[in-house]
């Protein structure tokens, strides 16, 4: 229960990040279900070896690379998703920033701590 529970308060932080920023868009709440969906699959998938195999680029940045590595994550899903679109790397970067803060502020929020 409390998946489907994250599930939709990624999918509501989704929305938000797109009404907060013109550069993304989502199609609506399906969309941005289905989005959220890819979203946690990509990063339990690909994020961690995307994360291994630039590893010296990230100590080189001081860990300023796992932003890039998230943003790009990020517009390729809004490549691949018709319902949700992400207009450049920059746009990337900054939706996938506040798409985690808020994410965390509602999980906290509504779910507390566990």
Same mark, same amino acid.
């Given at each position: 229960?409390?998946? %489907?529970?994250?599930? %939709?308060? +990624?999918?509501?932080? !989704?929305?938000?990040?797109?009404?907060?920023?013109?550069? *993304?868009?989502? =199609?609506?709440?399906?969309? /941005?279900?289905? /989005?959220? =969906?890819?979203?946690?699959?990509? +990063?339990?998938?690909?994020?961690? %070896? !995307?994360? *291994?195999?630039? !590893?010296?680029?990230?100590?080189?940045?001081?860990?300023?690379?796992?932003?890039?590595? +998230?943003?790009?994550?990020?517009?390729?899903?809004? +490549?691949? !998703?018709?319902?949700?679109?992400? =207009?450049?790397?920059? /746009?990337?970067?900054?939706? =996938?920033?506040?798409?985690?803060?808020?994410?965390?502020?509602?999980?906290?929020?509504?779910?507390?701590?566990?």
């Amino acid at each position: 229960m409390k998946l %489907l529970i994250v599930w %939709l308060l +990624n999918a509501l932080a !989704l929305l938000a990040v797109a009404y907060l920023m013109p550069s *993304i868009q989502v =199609a609506g709440f399906t969309g /941005a279900l289905i /989005a959220a =969906a890819v979203i946690g699959l990509v +990063n339990m998938l690909i994020r961690p %070896l !995307l994360v *291994i195999l630039t !590893l010296p680029v990230t100590v080189l940045t001081l860990g300023l690379f796992i932003f890039v590595i +998230n943003g790009v994550l990020f517009l390729v899903v809004g +490549n691949l !998703l018709q319902g949700f679109e992400v =207009a450049s790397l920059m /746009a990337g970067i900054i939706g =996938a920033v506040l798409y985690s803060v808020i994410s965390w502020i509602l999980t906290a929020v509504l779910l507390g701590d566990d």
